[in-house]
């Protein structure tokens, strides 16, 4: 039990890392980087304990899955690609499981026939999992992604069932057409059956408690959450298809009748972010299980003396090679047709046929459908379980690397110039409101949060290079700061106190930078340097405690003002000296930045901002922000200065901010520790 719970932590754990690498190295694909730590996880050890049964996986991860994706698909789009969807999810993979199991059968006779075709359905259908994981590293056109979504879809229910008629044949060794064919209609309409009536039951339950005035979002929440499992459940109990019983329940779930009530959005709030991050540990629990279950299946077998290495290599190959070749045929036949029948160049397709070829990758479905297949049904068992992740694992990566020379490469384009404009007006706006109002240091805090807001925009509507220039003009200022601290305490200028109040506000310039691979290394000798001197001021200083009266206190503010004031000499002289060298806006926010802070120093509001900024107490003069940031926003739509979709965008980041800072008006431990000392100070 203990190695277990280890183990969930270790995989918590390195599903931050893995996120954390892709936000570093975003070239490296987040699925791949998984995969390579599923394999890491079952080298040391983690497929001893962790191990899944074949149904647990389909019902409790890819039947979520399916229901989330169906949710948020777009039906109206899906539906007309119909034609070529219907090719993929029925003659495709009765294809594909036709000619996977005789080419697997021709190149290892020692496999029996029906056993063969049990593989080439486990591998017939494509993954939606990790169809959607490489779409979001390239860029399809809107017809290719509709196609590979409804297909992805789909078409598990049509391998699974395939597999299941050769299931039958390997164990009794009778096979029809016929029966086949009945059994995959009376699978298919009887999944989606019970996907209509499933939600359809939920909408009863709904307006029941509607009517009880028992309404509950948490309550809503888990029937959510409960409709894909129980659609599984329920339809695999009777027989029927459990995959497609959960992709109808999600394609009506979403398409409902929409109210605008409180509760409704409430319940649309949560239930985003729960699935959000429930669908990102699925996804990822899929590809660490396929790392893992890479390392138990196929490193056994490759190092069994019984089996030859070098043949099940080959055939990994073979059938890997045939898996596209057979899809490519497929659907470059259908577009032969279509050119056919509208009088145009074949060669026009051309890009669609690669794209949706290429792109058709197989998944951890495709093991989870052949673990089906009992240890004592078949000697070979072991033999088609390391084929099939084989296979799975190369045609992701074939994939991966062959999309690229067909594919978009997927540009984010920023711009941000009319978000920088809107947050420039608003903060001029609270500078204005703040000449006439008590709480000045509210509104000075509030104007801190916009302004880190337009640094960001800044930085990000250029490039990633400006990012680093930001760092690199952030670790000078640091070091200009640290040079001028470190001086004034050598020349008896300030008192012990003055400097590591001074160095506080230091640590909060290191926390604003944004750290890459080249200037980490940068940062890790400034921080180092400061921290030296840290040290051996304390060394060479007694500190004795001592009650801050006021008029140490006030003493204390005259030094941080003093140096303030020379350190801010020298860095607005250092950022003037790199005009030409440095992006000239991104010189001037920084100069004005400081000249800015320079003004709340010199009103002696250094040191209470600092605190106040540990536990900000200006609710009101935030609330005032963010109803001038809407009314900016309406003004500049108004214009038309930006699209509906920003003006959304906007707000959503507004509403966002004024959830949270609602949230946070409470005093921490922290803030009440501050607050103690402040009115000790005043006795």
């Known amino acids: 039990m ?21 936000k570093v190295f975003p070239k490296l694909a987040l699925p791949l980087i998984q995969v390579v730590f599923g394999l890491i996880l079952g080298f040391f050890g983690a497929d001893d304990i962790l191990h899944v049964a074949p149904e647990f996986f389909l019902g409790f991860i890819i039947a979520p899955l399916l229901f989330r994706e169906s949710e948020e698909a777009d039906v109206k789009h899906i539906l007309k690609h119909s034609k070529i969807i219907l090719v993929l999810i029925f003659p495709l993979v009765f294809i594909t499981t036709l000619g996977l199991g005789l080419l697997s059968h021709w190149v290892y ?66 096979f029809s057409l016929p029966d086949a064919t009945m059994k995959l209609v009376i699978a298919a309409i009887g999944g989606a059956a019970i996907g209509f009536v499933l939600i359809y039951f939920k909408g009863l339950v709904l307006r029941l408690l509607e009517d009880v005035d028992a309404r509950d979002v948490s309550g809503y929440l888990l029937l959510e959450l409960a409709v894909p499992l129980s659609a599984f459940l329920i339809a695999e109990e009777l027989g029927v298809s459990g995959i497609i019983a959960a ?82 045929l497929v659907i470059s036949f259908y577009y032969w047709i279509q050119s056919l029948r509208r009088k145009q160049l074949f060669s026009a397709y051309w890009n669609d046929i690669l794209l949706l070829t290429f792109a058709g990758s197989k998944g951890t479905v495709s093991i989870a459908t052949i673990l089906l297949i009992p240890r004592d049904v078949s000697d070979v068992q072991p033999v088609l379980v390391f084929l099939a992740a084989a296979v799975t694992g190369l045609s992701f990566l074939v994939g991966m690397f062959i999309l690229p020379f067909f594919a978009v490469k997927k540009v984010v384009k920023v711009d941000n110039l009319a978000k920088i404009s809107i947050l ?41 290079d400006m990012a680093v220039d930001y760092n690199d003009l952030q670790l000078l200022i640091i070091r200009i700061e640290s040079e001028g601290l470190e001086a004034a305490l050598r020349e008896n200028k300030i008192s012990l106190y003055t400097y590591r109040t001074y160095q506080r506000y230091i640590r909060s310039l290191e926390t604003s930078i944004v750290h890459s691979l080249v200037s980490s290394f940068q940062f890790a000798y400034v921080i180092m340097m400061r921290t030296f001197h840290l040290l051996m001021s304390k060394l060479l200083h007694v500190d004795f405690y001592f009650k801050k009266t006021k008029a140490v ?62 536990q900000p107490n200006n609710l009101t003069e935030m609330m005032r922000a963010y109803y001038l940031e809407r009314k900016v926003i309406f003004e500049y739509e108004a214009a038309g200065d930006i699209t509906a979709r920003e003006a959304r965008e906007m707000r959503i980041n507004v509403n966002v901010l004024e959830d949270y800072s609602l949230a946070s008006n409470h005093h921490t431990l922290l803030f009440e520790f501050l607050e103690r000392r402040k009115k000790a100070n005043k006795n």
């Not at 299980?289 to 003396?305: R, T």
């Open 2 to 22: 203990l190695h277990t719970i280890f183990y969930v932590i270790v995989f918590l754990l390195t599903l931050v890392l893995s996120n954390v690498l892709n």
């Open 247 to 328: 992709v109808v329940a999600g394609v009506m779930s979403a398409n409902g009748l929409k109210r605008t009530t409180l509760f409704d959005a409430q319940v649309a709030k949560l239930k985003s972010t729960i699935w959000d991050t429930l669908t990102f540990i699925l996804n990822s629990i899929v590809f660490f299980f396929l790392g893992i279950e890479l390392y138990q299946l196929v490193v056994p077998l490759l190092v069994n003396p019984v089996y030859s290495s070098t043949h099940l290599l080959l055939l990994t190959v073979i059938l890997t090679l045939g898996l596209f070749v057979l899809r490519f």
């Open 109 to 174: 006779v020692g496999i029996p026939l029906a056993a063969c075709f049990a593989l080439g359905a486990s591998l017939a259908p494509t993954d939606a999992v990790a169809v959607g994981a490489l779409s979001k590293n390239f860029s399809f056109p809107k017809r290719v992604m509709s196609i590979l979504q409804g297909e992805g879809l789909l078409n598990d229910a049509s391998g699974i069932i395939a597999f299941q008629i050769a299931l039958v044949a390997l164990v009794t060794g009778y």
């Open 553 to 614: 206190m006030l003493t204390t503010r005259d030094e941080i003002t003093e140096l303030y004031f020379n350190n801010t000499e020298l860095i607005l002289q250092a950022l003037d000296n790199l005009n030409g060298v440095f992006d000239e806006q991104l010189l001037n926010f920084l100069q004005a930045e400081r000249l800015r802070t320079s003004e709340i120093v010199a009103a002696g509001g250094h040191i209470s901002r600092v605190m106040n900024k540990a």
């Open 424 to 464: 420039s007006d608003v903060v001029d706006e609270l500078r204005n409101d703040m000449k006439k109002a008590k709480n000045k240091q509210g509104y000075n805090i509030a104007i801190d949060a916009y302004q880190e807001r337009i640094q960001q925009l800044i930085i990000e509507q250029e490039s990633t």
